[in-house]
C-alpha cells in the first residue's frame, strides 16, 4: 500500500552525494586579485615575482600570497582596497611588455577542482565591473568586403591578362569591370566564374557586371557579428578578465561585461583597437643598409619584427586576415610544432598562384593593429589612432600549397601564440559604444550580502511555518526544501551558470514554487484522511493523486521560464535560469524525495492510526 521502490532511495542518495559535493566549492570565497600576463616581448619567472613583490611592500601593500598560475602571475590581496592598491602599483611598475588586469582567484582546494567542482559564476551586479554595449556598423563591414571583392576583381584580370579600364561598385550588390576591349569580355567572364563561382555575371559589350547573391549580403552582415564577438572573447582573454560575459543581443549589438574591471579607458582600448592579419612576400636585400641609408626599392616597405630587427616586405599583400578561416597548432613531419591554417577559396588561390612561383622563397606575416586612443582638449574628447605594426613570423615555403598549409620553423610557444593572433583575427566592423556603465565592488558585495539574506529569510519563514502548520509533514517539506536549493546550487555550479541579481529572485520564486507542490500534496492526503481513508492509503493516493496536478501547474511555469530566457537579455535571463533549475529540482524533491521520507517513517508502522498532518 505505502510503498516505494528501493532503486529510487540509491538515486536520491546518489543525487544528494553529487548535490553537496558540486554545491560545497560556493562556501569558498574567492580572493580579490591582480593577474598580470606576458604579452610579446615578457616573461613570467622568479626573477618578476621577486621584482613585483619587492615593489608592493615599498608601497604598503602586503599580499596574501603572489604565486604562478597557468601562464600568469596571481597576486591575492586580502581585501578589495588592497586590490585596487597593488592594481596602481603594478600597472606602474610591470611595464609595457606586461598586461595588468583585476581579477578573482579561487580558493576551492586542488582535490575538489580536479572533481571539476567550481563555484558559482557571479554576473557583474554582484563582483561589480563594467559594462559596455556595442553597436556593430554592419553596413560598413558590407562596404568592406566589397572593397575585397573589388580587388579579387581586379587581381583576376590581372592574373588572366585582360586589360580593363576600371573596376567599381555599382548600387547596393553590383561590381562593374570595364575592359580594354569588348572581344574579351566572354574570356573575362570564365575567369571570374571560376574564382567567385557564387556570383551572378552578365555582359554588355566591354562591361561585365558581377552581382551578388541577397543570401550572401545578409550572411555578410551576420558574419560581422559572429566574426567581432570571436575577436572581442580572444581580446578579453588575453587580458585575464576572470569570467567575462560577451553575448549577441538583438540584430545589431554586443554586449561586454567585464567582472572585476574598474579602469573603463583601458577596457575600452583593448575592445576597441582593430587588427588585421596579412600574409607578404620578404623584398631580396640588406634591410639594415636600407635603414641606414634611408634607400628603400620603390615595390617594398620596411617592417619590424618582435625583436626590433627590420624586415622589407612587398607592398602588395597575398592574403589577409579577412580571408582566413581556421588556424590551430599542429606538428609538422618532424614532430616540431607547427601552426595550420585553413584560407577561403578566393585567400586559397591567390596563395597557390604565389608559392607556385615562390618555392623556397620566404614569407611573412604581418600584425598591424589600429589602437584608439582618446585625448582632452579643451574640455572636448578627441578620438585618434595609433597604428602598430610587427612581423610575427617569417618561414621559408617549402613547396606549393593553396587554401590549407604550415607555417613550420617556430618555438612550441611561439607556434601556440602564432595560432591565437591567427584565430583572434580582426574585427569585421566597425563599433560605436552606445551604453556603458561601472558597478563598484563595494556595491557589488552589498547586493550579494542582501541577496542572500532576503533568500535565507524566505527561506527559514517557510520552514517554520510548514513544520508548525503541517507538524511531521511540515518537517518532511522542510527537507525536501533543503535538497531542492541544495539542487539548484550544483546544478548552476556544474554547468557554469551566471547567477545575478535577479538571479536571487528566481532562487527564492522556485523555493516558492516547491512549497506549492508540497502543498498539494499535504492538503490532499489531509483531504483523504478527512473522508475515512487509512493513513498509509491515504498517503499513497495523496501523493498518486498531486503528481498530475503538480506536472501541469510546473508546466505552466516552465513555460514561462523559456520564454524569459529565449527573449530576454541580461538580467531576464539570470532570473529565467535559475527559475527553470529550481522547477525541475522542486518537482524532483516534491514528488520524489518527500514521498521517500514518508515512506521511510510511517511504511514499517504496523498499527498506524493517526498521521501527523
Do not use: C
Not at 586580502?78 to 579561487?106: I, M
Not at 550572401?216 to 578578465?241: P, Y
Not at 589612432?385 to 610575427?392: A, D, G, Q, S, Y
Request: no cysteine.
Amino acid at each position: 500500500m505505502l510503498e516505494f521502490p528501493r532503486w529510487k532511495y540509491f538515486l536520491i542518495l546518489i543525487v544528494l552525494a553529487v548535490s553537496a559535493l558540486y554545491a560545497l566549492p560556493n562556501i569558498y570565497q574567492k580572493d580579490p586579485s591582480v593577474q598580470i600576463t606576458a604579452n610579446r616581448g615578457g616573461q613570467i619567472d622568479d626573477a618578476l615575482k621577486q621584482r613585483l613583490s619587492a615593489d608592493l611592500t615599498a608601497a604598503g601593500v602586503t599580499p596574501k600570497a603572489v604565486e604562478k598560475e597557468g601562464e600568469s602571475l596571481i597576486v591575492r590581496l586580502p581585501s578589495l582596497e588592497a586590490q585596487s592598491r597593488a592594481n596602481e602599483v603594478l600597472r606602474e611598475k610591470a611595464g609595457e611588455n606586461y598586461t595588468v588586469a583585476l581579477n578573482l582567484a579561487s580558493t576551492v582546494p586542488d582535490w575538489l577542482s580536479n572533481l571539476g567542482g567550481k563555484p558559482m559564476v557571479l554576473g557583474l551586479d554582484l563582483v561589480g565591473g563594467v559594462h559596455f554595449a556595442l553597436q556593430v556598423d554592419q553596413k560598413a563591414a558590407v562596404d568592406k568586403r566589397f572593397e575585397a571583392f573589388t580587388e579579387d576583381v581586379r587581381t583576376t584580370l590581372r592574373d588572366n591578362r585582360i586589360a580593363y579600364r576600371s573596376v567599381e561598385r555599382r548600387g547596393e550588390s553590383d561590381i562593374v569591370a570595364t575592359l580594354s576591349n569588348a572581344a574579351d569580355a566572354d574570356k573575362a567572364r570564365a575567369a571570374l566564374a571560376k574564382a567567385q563561382p557564387t556570383f551572378t555575371y552578365s555582359v554588355s559589350g566591354e562591361r561585365i557586371s558581377a552581382s551578388v547573391p541577397a543570401t550572401e549580403m545578409s550572411q555578410i552582415a551576420s558574419g560581422a557579428i559572429e566574426q567581432n564577438l570571436t575577436t572581442l572573447r580572444n581580446r578579453v582573454n588575453e587580458l585575464g578578465v576572470a569570467e567575462p560575459i560577451i553575448q549577441r543581443q538583438g540584430e545589431d549589438r554586443i554586449v561586454v561585461e567585464l567582472p572585476g574591471v574598474q579602469d573603463t579607458a583601458e577596457a575600452k582600448r583593448m575592445i576597441g583597437a582593430t587588427a588585421t592579419l596579412e600574409y607578404r612576400a620578404v623584398v631580396d636585400g640588406n634591410a639594415q643598409d636600407a635603414v641606414d641609408t634611408g634607400r628603400i626599392p620603390p615595390e617594398a616597405k620596411l617592417y619590424r619584427d618582435r625583436a626590433g630587427r627590420p624586415v622589407l616586405l612587398n607592398k602588395r599583400t597575398i592574403v589577409t586576415g579577412d580571408q582566413m578561416v581556421a588556424a590551430s597548432v599542429a606538428t609538422d613531419q618532424n614532430g616540431l610544432p607547427a601552426v595550420s591554417v585553413t584560407l577561403n577559396s578566393v585567400g586559397g588561390q591567390r596563395m597557390f598562384d604565389f608559392t607556385s612561383a615562390n618555392v623556397n622563397k620566404p614569407m611573412a606575416v604581418v600584425y598591424t593593429e589600429r589602437i584608439p586612443q582618446v585625448t582632452v582638449v579643451n574640455g572636448e574628447e578627441q578620438r585618434s589612432f595609433r597604428v602598430k605594426e610587427e612581423v610575427i613570423s617569417v618561414a621559408n615555403i617549402n613547396g606549393v600549397f593553396g587554401k590549407n598549409f604550415q607555417t613550420t620553423g617556430l618555438e612550441k610557444t611561439e607556434a601556440d601564440n602564432l595560432a591565437k593572433l591567427l584565430r583572434a583575427g580582426s574585427l569585421a566592423a566597425p563599433m560605436d559604444f552606445v551604453e556603458e556603465y561601472v558597478i563598484g565592488p563595494s556595491l557589488g558585495a552589498e547586493n550579494v550580502e542582501r541577496g542572500v539574506k532576503a533568500v535565507v529569510f524566505s527561506f527559514v519563514f517557510t520552514l517554520v511555518f510548514f513544520t508548525v502548520y503541517y507538524r511531521m509533514f511540515g518537517a518532511i517539506t522542510s527537507v525536501a526544501l533543503l535538497f531542492n536549493l541544495l539542487i539548484v546550487v550544483a546544478v548552476m555550479s556544474m554547468f557554469g551558470a551566471t547567477m545575478t541579481l535577479p538571479g536571487f529572485a528566481g532562487l527564492a520564486l522556485s523555493v516558492g514554487l516547491s512549497v506549492d507542490a508540497n502543498v498539494l500534496i499535504n492538503e490532499r492526503i489531509r483531504e483523504e484522511l478527512r473522508l475515512g481513508m487509512p493513513p498509509k492509503k491515504a498517503i499513497a493516493e495523496g501523493y498518486e493523486r498531486a503528481s498530475g496536478t503538480i506536472l501541469d501547474a510546473n508546466l505552466t511555469g516552465l513555460i514561462v521560464g523559456v520564454a524569459l530566457y529565449a527573449f530576454g537579455t541580461g538580467p531576464l535571463k539570470g532570473f529565467a535560469l535559475t527559475m527553470i533549475i529550481g522547477i525541475f529540482a522542486s518537482m524532483f524533491t516534491a514528488i520524489t524525495v518527500s514521498r521517500a521520507l514518508a515512506t521511510l517513517i510511517y511504511a514499517k508502522r504496523k498499527k498506524l492510526t493517526s498521521v501527523a498532518i
